[in-house]
C-alpha cells in the first residue's frame, strides 16, 4: 500500500512532543469537518499506518537487543549512549531511561489518532461495510499496541476514547493485566469479523483477517490457552497463506507482500517523501565505509549485532544463517573484519538513508511455529501434525525433520527453531517471556551473559563492563513505568523492583 501523506492531525501531534500524557484535547486539533467523507477516513486511517511505522523502526531495541539475540558494536569513541540504549543491552534499565520513556510514550501518542477516528467514524457517510473495515484495521492496530504495552509493562492505563479535558489525563490509573487482554480480545474479536480475507493490489499491505487472526493466536498462546490457539490459527491454514521456497525471498524489497507475509509493516524507498526505512543503517557495523552499505563512506550505528551466541544457535548448512546475518565483511583494504551483522534487510537501495524494507511483524512461517507449539502443549506431546509445521519449514532450511521427541525435547525445539527462522524479527523477547518463568529467564539471561562477559562479541576496547552489566533480576521482564509518567500522574504505580 503507498501510504498517503499523514494528515494534518497526524502532523499536529506528532509536533506537540512525545508525552502523551501531557497533551491537551486531541480532539481540538482536529478540524470539526473532518472524518466525514470515505477519502478523510481513509488518511486518517493511512495515518495510523504511518505512525506505526515509527514504532516499528525502533522495536529493534525493546524485542531483540535485550536479548541473546544481539548485542552492539561497542563504540570506545563515543560513550553518550550508555545511559540510554545501551543499558538496554545490559539491563541498566531504570524509570529514568530514556529510550523507555520513548517507547511509552510514542505508543500513546499513536493511539491518540485511532481513539479519535473511532469515535468519529459512526459520523461518516460512506459504504458501512468499508467502514468496518476501517474500524477492524484500527481496532487490529490498537489490539497491537496494548499487546505489546501489556508484554512491555505489565499493566497499563486503557484508553478508547479521546480525552475532553486535560485534567483527565491525571485521573488514570494503570488496569489489571486481565482488563489489558479483555480490550484486546475485544478488538481482535471485532477484527476478525470486520477484515477481508485479502485485498486488491492498490490496498496490499493492510490489515487482513489472517493478521487479526495470527494475532489472536499468539495472545492465547501467550495466555497458555492452547487449545483457543490451536482453533484460531488453524483458520489461518485456509486464507492462502503460504511459505516461498527461497527463504531470501521473504524479505527482498521487489517481492513485497508475497504469500508468507500475513502482516508487514510497509515502507516505500527510492524516493524522498518520508515512508523509507533505514533499518541497514541502524544495524550495520560501525567504521564499516562502505563494505556493507553500498555508499562511498558509509557507516553503521553498530546497533543489533548478532551475537556470537546466536551465530552457534544455527545447524550446520542451514540455507537461512547467510540469508539472516554475515559473520564479518571485507574491508576496502581488502581485508576481513571479524564485526557481524544482520542481513536480512540488507538491500540495494537509490538514495542514501533510505530503504524500501517492509518489516515482517506476522508471517505464515510464524503461525506454524505458534501451532506446533500449542498442539505439544495442549496434547503433552507433539502429534504428527505438529511435527508437520516444524518440518516443513525445516526442509525449507535444507535440515534434517524432527521426529522421536517427547513434550520437553519438542517445547525446546520449536523454540530453538523459532529463534532462527524467525531471528531479528522481534519476537525473542516474547517468546521467552512465553516459555520461562521470570526466575527461569532470569537463570538462562545470565547464564549467556555469563558467556559474553568473558568473550564479547566486538572489541571493548580495553575498557572493563561495570559492576552492574549483564545482571538479569527476575522483575527485570517488566519495564519500568518512565519516571516523567509518574511525575505527571501521581496514581501510576511502579513495576516492582525499580525506584
Request: hydrophobic residues 35%; glycine residues 6%.
Amino acid at each position: 500500500m503507498k501510504y498517503i501523506a499523514c494528515i494534518l492531525v497526524v502532523l499536529c501531534l506528532l509536533s506537540c512532543g512525545d508525552d502523551f500524557l501531557n497533551k491537551t484535547d486531541p480532539a481540538t486539533l482536529v478540524a470539526s469537518g473532518f472524518y466525514k467523507t470515505e477519502a478523510q477516513v481513509q488518511q486518517a486511517v493511512n495515518g495510523v499506518y504511518g505512525q506505526l511505522q515509527g514504532i516499528i523502526l525502533s522495536q529493534w531495541r525493546y524485542n531483540e537487543f535485550i536479548t541473546d539475540n544481539t548485542t552492539l558494536h561497542f563504540n570506545t569513541g563515543d560513550r553518550g549512549q550508555g545511559p540510554d540504549i545501551e543499558a538496554l543491552e545490559f539491563w541498566q534499565v531504570n524509570s529514568g531511561t530514556p529510550t523507555i520513556s520513548t517507547l511509552y510514550s510514542s505508543i500513546y501518542l499513536s493511539m491518540v489518532n485511532i481513539n479519535t477516528t473511532l469515535v468519529k467514524l459512526p459520523e461518516a457517510t460512506f459504504d458501512a461495510t468499508l467502514k468496518a473495515q476501517y474500524e477492524g484495521e484500527l481496532r487490529f492496530i490498537r489490539a497491537y499496541y496494548y499487546f505489546l504495552l501489556v508484554q512491555y509493562f505489565g499493566e497499563v492505563i486503557i484508553i478508547t476514547e479521546p480525552l475532553q479535558t486535560p485534567a483527565e489525563a491525571y485521573a488514570f490509573e494503570r488496569q489489571p493485566v486481565d482488563n489489558v487482554y479483555e480490550l484486546i480480545r475485544s478488538d481482535l474479536d471485532f477484527a476478525v469479523n470486520a477484515l477481508p480475507a485479502s485485498y486488491n493490489a492498490t490496498n496490499k499491505g493492510r490489515a487482513s483477517k489472517g493478521a487479526a487472526l495470527t494475532l489472536l493466536g499468539k495472545v492465547q498462546l501467550t495466555l497458555k490457552e492452547y487449545g483457543d490457539a490451536i482453533a484460531t490459527l488453524r483458520q489461518v491454514l485456509s486464507l492462502g497463506y503460504s511459505l516461498l521456497p527461497n527463504y531470501a525471498d521473504v524479505f527482498d524489497p521487489q517481492n513485497k507482500n508475497h504469500a508468507e507475509s500475513v502482516f508487514d509493516v510497509q515502507f516505500q524507498g527510492d524516493n524522498t517523501q518520508g515512508e523509507g526505512s533505514n533499518f541497514i543503517y541502524t544495524f550495520a557495523p560501525l567504521y564499516s565505509d562502505g563494505s556493507v552499505i553500498n555508499f562511498p563512506g558509509q557507516n553503521g550505528a553498530g546497533w543489533n549485532i548478532p551475537s556470537r551466541d546466536m551465530i552457534a544457535a544455527y545447524e550446520p548448512g542451514d540455507l537461512r544463517k547467510e540469508v539472516s546475518l554475515k559473520e564479518g565483511y571485507l574491508n576496502q583494504a581488502n581485508e576481513w573484519v571479524s564485526v557481524p551483522f544482520i542481513n536480512k534487510y540488507n538491500h540495494p537501495h537509490t538514495i542514501r538513508g533510505i530503504t524500501n524494507d517492509n518489516w515482517p511483524v506476522l508471517r505464515y512461517a510464524d503461525v506454524l511455529l505458534m501451532l506446533a507449539e500449542a498442539i505439544n502443549e495442549e496434547e503433552k506431546g507433539p502429534s504428527t501434525e505438529a511435527y508437520g509445521y516444524v518440518n516443513i519449514i525445516r526442509d525449507r532450511a535444507d535440515l534434517e525433520e524432527l521426529s522421536g521427541l517427547d513434550e520437553v525435547s519438542f517445547r525446546e525445539a520449536v523454540l530453538k527453531e523459532r529463534r532462527v527462522e524467525l531471528a531479528f524479527e522481534n519476537h525473542r523477547w516474547f517468546d521467552l517471556k512465553r516459555t520461562k518463568t521470570p526466575e527461569a529467564m532470569a537463570t538462562f539471561l545470565n547464564a549467556y551473559a555469563a558467556i559474553e562477559k568473558s568473550n564479547p562479541t566486538t572489541d571493548r576496547g580495553g575498557i572493563p563492563f561495570t559492576p552492574g552489566d549483564y545482571q538479569f533480576s527476575p522483575y527485570e521482564v517488566l519495564f519500568p513505568i518512565p519516571a516523567s509518567e509518574r511525575r505527571i500522574n501521581t496514581k501510576l504505580s511502579q513495576n516492582t523492583g525499580y525506584n
